[in-house]
């Protein structure tokens, strides 16, 4: 069994292994536990989402007003497209959550950080592609 929290509803749902992840609903909300959207994480629910997921969890910190974000958050879907259900996406708004921003040392945005487990294992700030975004989560993945 795999724990895949919720992106809708952070309730945390127990996926088995012959079950297709990509076709899992929550159990509480019944939305789609993957849809190739990255996860909007709140204050409230950024813990939950690094540290319950059984699979690693990549967050992109950005904010509204910074135009290398903006640039990027087309790309950072793309990547969750491509990488979902193996690896969750998620995005955390510094200006909304900002004691989570200032937690985990966040300097400059766009910042990305792949957690596993709930702790940090690589960390790449700046705006990049789509395809960058895959082959550094894939390359980070392997330490």
Known sequence: MTDIVCPACAAVNRVPPDKPAHEARCGKCHQPLFSGQPA?????????????????????????WCGPCKTMAPEFKKAAQAMEPAVRFAKLDTEAAPAQAAAHGIRSIPTMILFKDGKEVARQSGAMPAGQIVQWVRDAGRG
Not at 43 to 63: E, L, Q, Y
């Open 40 to 64: 909007e994480l709140t204050a409230a629910s950024f813990d939950k989402a690094i540290t319950r997921n059984g699979i690693p969890v990549v967050v992109d910190f950005w904010a509204d």
